[in-house]
């Protein structure tokens, strides 16, 4: 007994000293992070990393519009790669794409993709501006933070499995976060939704310092802070609407000390190592482009929107739409289920589930909470007066409560059916100002600012129907006070 139990503790002596050595051998190969020198502990080498990219960035392309203006994508894609270029992973084959979208935001893959939204580009005011949203996101790949978020099992959390498909929820964003929902893509939802304070600071200060190697001014990234800041103050104290970018807009406050200091260690440039980026160059390639919701390619989707409310949300392809002032029905084309959307005014501030029991009277079964695009609501199912499962859910946006209802006819199919409307549902969020049809079309021109210049005025011949000062000070970086000198370039909207 005593040798055979020598033995075993031998044998296992042996098992762990070799699983530890094997451990330590694939640490010390992969726990150093190329960016920051620093161990991450990410088991995954460089070459899945790349697969991983290109089979994201093509589940994105199929899914979102891209720009289709060569000189603006070559533009981007050429400050790029030169601030890429400057990186601690140079070797990557970089690719920047710009999205056919108005929301205020930018995000990126792993394996060297970028992507920065035309309604973010708009509010730019210069080529040091771009360059530091690109090298922000530079700094997300460099460091592997989305590795690492994987590696942590905290990808998952930006996104829901719903109907077959990878679902963002709660990104915080109003028009990409539900673009993602069409798209099977959980690391796009992951950078959305951003890293976390930390990541996001060193990504921030790795940026800062890629400006800096080329010959851009490192205070642009606290310059953009700003034009993010701006952007969220108008849109919580004057349009009462959530704030959409994910990184620098959620993680910093204003006067961020450690922001400030990570740019001052990035060092400041002499006049000798300075790029000269002309002005003229950025405003061309500016110049003209679309403001708002691109209304030609609407019909790429089923999505839907309801000015009068206020709401938007996508209903599964090719089911057809009818609709009265405050109510919608989706109907698939086999007839084989239905989803009605009604509006009413909120009388009691209660509990999305309270609401649903109390209310309507009804007890769901399978239910969750939602929450989605900063907006709450509760969903599940319930056998209703037909005999039917039916998918019950309410959401709160505003002072109104939505009360969704789809019926499936077929038993044979209800589940399948069940998860298609969940995942409608979930695309639910509130319209941004110039997602509105009314601010079709626009674009941006730029003039010379002339003596006597006034906002208001300019503001009263202005084609935007909500808040149009605020619009134009935001374009231009003077909100909410601040006036452009005589003989400044302004964006204005035509």
């Given at each position: 007994?005593?040798?055979?139990?020598?033995?075993?503790?031998?044998?296992?002596?042996?098992?762990?000293?070799?699983?530890?050595?094997?451990?330590l051998a694939?640490?010390?190969?992969?726990?150093?992070?190329?960016?920051?020198?620093?161990?991450?502990?990410?088991?995954?080498s460089?070459?899945?990393?790349?697969?991983?990219?290109?089979?994201?960035?093509?589940?994105?392309?199929?899914?979102?519009?891209?720009?289709?203006?060569?000189?603006?994508?070559?533009?981007?894609?050429?400050?790029?790669?030169?601030?890429?270029?400057?990186?601690?992973?140079?070797?990557?084959?970089?690719?920047?794409?710009?999205?056919?979208?108005?929301?205020?935001?930018a995000?990126?893959?792993?394996?060297?993709?970028v992507y920065?939204?035309?309604?973010?580009?708009?509010?730019?005011?210069?080529?040091?501006?771009?360059?530091a949203?690109?090298?922000?996101?530079?700094?997300?790949i460099?460091?592997?933070?989305?590795?690492?978020?994987?590696?942590?099992?905290?990808?998952?959390?930006?996104?829901?499995?719903?109907?077959?498909?990878?679902?963002?929820?709660?990104?915080g964003?109003?028009?990409?976060?539900?673009?993602?929902?069409?798209?099977?893509?959980?690391w796009?939802?992951?950078?959305?939704?951003?890293?976390?304070?930390?990541?996001?600071?060193?990504?921030?200060?790795?940026?800062?310092?890629y400006?800096?190697?080329?010959?851009?001014?490192p205070?642009?990234?606290?310059?953009?802070?700003?034009?993010?800041?701006?952007?969220?103050?108008?849109?919580?104290?004057?349009?009462?609407?959530?704030?959409?970018?994910?990184?620098?807009?959620?993680?910093?406050?204003r006067?961020?000390?450690?922001?400030?200091?990570?740019?001052?260690?990035?060092?400041?440039?002499d006049?000798?190592?300075?790029?000269?980026?002309?002005?003229?160059v950025?405003r061309?390639?500016?110049?003209?482009?679309?403001?708002?919701?691109?209304?030609?390619?609407?019909?790429?989707?089923?999505?839907y929107?309801?000015?009068?409310l206020?709401?938007?949300?996508v209903?599964?392809?090719?089911?057809?739409?009818?609709?009265?002032?405050?109510t919608?029905?989706?109907?698939?084309?086999?007839?084989s289920?239905?989803?009605?959307?009604?509006?009413?005014?909120m009388?009691?501030n209660?509990?999305?589930?309270?609401y649903?029991?109390?209310?309507?009277?009804?007890?769901?079964?399978?239910?969750?909470?939602?929450?989605?695009?900063?907006?709450?609501?509760?969903?599940?199912?319930?056998?209703?007066?037909?005999?039917?499962?039916?998918?019950?859910?309410?959401?709160?946006?505003?002072?109104?409560?939505?009360?969704?209802?789809?019926?499936?006819?077929?038993?044979?199919?209800?589940?399948?059916?069940?998860r298609l409307?969940?995942?409608?549902?979930?695309?639910?969020?509130?319209?941004?100002?110039?997602?509105?049809?009314?601010?079709?079309?626009?674009?941006?021109?730029?003039?010379?600012?002339?003596?006597?210049?006034?906002?208001?005025?300019?503001?009263?011949?202005?084609?935007?129907?909500?808040?149009?000062?605020?619009?134009?000070?935001?374009?231009?970086?003077?909100?909410?006070?601040g006036?452009?000198?005589?003989?400044?370039?302004?964006?204005i909207l035509?």
């Amino acid at each position: 007994m005593f040798m055979i139990s020598r033995r075993r503790r031998l044998a296992a002596r042996t098992a762990a000293v070799t699983w530890v050595a094997v451990l330590l051998a694939g640490l010390q190969a992969c726990a150093v992070n190329p960016a920051t020198g620093s161990p991450n502990l990410v088991m995954m080498s460089q070459s899945r990393e790349l697969e991983i990219g290109k089979e994201e960035h093509e589940k994105v392309i199929a899914s979102m519009r891209v720009v289709e203006d060569g000189a603006l994508t070559a533009y981007v894609n050429e400050v790029g790669q030169r601030v890429a270029a400057t990186s601690h992973r140079p070797d990557l084959t970089y690719t920047f794409t710009v999205i056919d979208s108005p929301e205020i935001n930018a995000f990126a893959l792993p394996g060297g993709y970028v992507y920065i939204n035309r309604g973010l580009l708009l509010y730019l005011k210069s080529e040091d501006e771009l360059a530091a949203v690109l090298a922000h996101e530079v700094g997300h790949i460099t460091a592997r933070h989305a590795i690492q978020q994987q590696a942590r099992g905290r990808l998952g959390n930006a996104a829901a499995t719903v109907g077959g498909v990878v679902a963002a929820v709660a990104t915080g964003s109003g028009y990409i976060g539900s673009e993602l929902m069409q798209i099977g893509s959980i690391w796009a939802a992951a950078g959305v939704s951003g890293f976390g304070r930390e990541n996001e600071l060193e990504a921030d200060s790795l940026g800062a310092e890629y400006l800096y190697n080329a010959g851009y001014n490192p205070r642009a990234m606290i310059d953009v802070l700003s034009v993010l800041k701006n952007q969220e103050d108008f849109n919580v104290r004057v349009a009462q609407r959530q704030p959409t970018y994910h990184g620098l807009f959620t993680t910093h406050p204003r006067n961020d000390i450690r922001l400030q200091q990570a740019v001052a260690q990035a060092g400041v440039l002499d006049a000798a190592n300075v790029r000269e980026s002309d002005p003229n160059v950025f405003r061309r390639h500016m110049e003209g482009m679309l403001w708002g919701e691109n209304t030609a390619a609407r019909s790429d989707r089923n999505r839907y929107y309801q000015d009068l409310l206020s709401y938007t949300m996508v209903f599964p392809d090719n089911w057809v739409i009818s609709e009265t002032p405050t109510t919608v029905q989706a109907s698939s084309p086999d007839g084989s289920a239905t989803l009605r959307v009604e509006a009413t005014r909120m009388q009691q501030n209660k509990e999305p589930r309270l609401y649903v029991r109390e209310n309507l009277g009804i007890e769901l079964q399978r239910s969750e909470a939602l929450s989605q695009n900063r907006l709450i609501g509760y969903t599940g199912v319930h056998t209703n007066a037909a005999g039917r499962e039916e998918r019950l859910a309410v959401i709160y946006l505003g002072a109104r409560v939505f009360v969704f209802r789809g019926e499936t006819q077929t038993a044979e199919q209800a589940a399948e059916l069940d998860r298609l409307l969940l995942s409608s549902i979930r695309t639910f969020r509130a319209i941004q100002t110039n997602e509105r049809s009314s601010a079709g079309n626009l674009r941006v021109r730029y003039v010379q600012v002339t003596e006597g210049f006034d906002w208001r005025a300019l503001a009263a011949a202005s084609p935007v129907r909500e808040h149009p000062e605020e619009t134009l000070r935001l374009l231009n970086g003077y909100y909410p006070i601040g006036n452009p000198r005589v003989g400044d370039w302004i964006k204005i909207l035509m």
